[in-house]
Antibody, heavy 119, light 111 residues
Framework: EVQLVQSGAEVKKPGESLKISCSGSGYSFTSYWIGWVRQMPGKGLEWMGIIYPGDSDTRYSPSFQGQVTISADKSINTAYLQWSSLKASDTAMYYC????????????WGQGTLVTVSS | QSVLTQPPSVSGAPGQRVTISCTGSSSNIGAGYDVHWYQQLPRTAPRLLIYGNSNRPSGVPDRFSGSKSGTSASLAITGLQAEDEADYYCQSYDSSLSGSVFGGGTKLTVL
């Protein structure tokens, strides 16, 4: 069974850094792209970017380019989403999901990581 | 404002049929890129409902169906049930953004 397990909820202050994780199991982690999706409170889904853990090839949505960094450690089947300096507007639920290429749909999702940024 | 436009809300009585539209442009749906649909129940992660315009993953009831024509796509739900009350999102690739996009989402209310 494909499983994506995300790290727990975080409460941070503006300006702090953060790295959240997504661990995959039940499939060949290096053979599928992993994507990150943001959902701000009461809002819709936003496609942030994707990474291919096999070679760390990464693509970002123009809206998120330069705002976050997506990475992966294939030795431990884990993908990451990180911020160097959080803003209050980064408060959201973040989901990781496995991408089925080339049709580019997400067929399995993590449970989500709630990030709260508040002074 | 998403490049894929969905109605903010739709509603229907149990047993009825509802449709949710997803309108794009020549850089996404109209360019031939596939449309996918997700269901998000309250306080849960999204779930894949339809992929490749009209295909259902295993476990998705055949009450759910998808179609695509021109620059638009539609999700149809027949035999509405209370458990179908959720948010629904379409997704496609957009060549001008060089990445995928989601529609703004549609809240389905079962009356």
């Amino acid at each position: 069974e494909v499983q994506l397990v995300q790290s727990g909820a975080e409460v941070k202050k503006p300006g702090e850094s953060l790295k959240i994780s997504c661990s995959g199991s039940g499939y060949s982690f290096t053979s599928y792209w992993i994507g990150w999706v943001r959902q701000m409170p009461g809002k819709g889904l936003e496609w942030m970017g994707i990474i291919y853990p096999g070679d760390s090839d990464t693509r970002y949505s123009p809206s998120f380019q330069g705002q976050v960094t997506i990475s992966a450690d294939k030795s431990i089947n884990t993908a990451y989403l990180q911020w160097s300096s959080l803003k209050a507007s980064d408060t959201a639920m973040y989901y990781c999901a496995r991408l089925w290429f080339p049709l580019s749909f997400f067929d399995s999702w993590g449970q989500g990581t709630l990030v709260t940024v508040s002074s | 404002q998403s490049v894929l436009t969905q109605p903010p809300s739709v509603s229907g009585a149990p047993g009825q049929r509802v449709t949710i539209s997803c309108t794009g442009s020549s850089s996404n749906i109209g360019a031939g890129y596939d449309v996918h649909w997700y269901q998000q129940l309250p306080r849960t992660a999204p779930r894949l409902l339809i992929y490749g315009n009209s295909n259902r993953p295993s476990g998705v009831p055949d009450r759910f169906s998808g179609s695509k024509s021109g620059t638009s796509a539609s999700l149809a739900i027949t035999g509405l049930q209370a458990e179908d009350e959720a948010d629904y999102y379409c997704q496609s690739y957009d060549s001008s953004l060089s990445g995928s996009v989601f529609g703004g989402g549609t809240k389905l209310t079962v009356l």
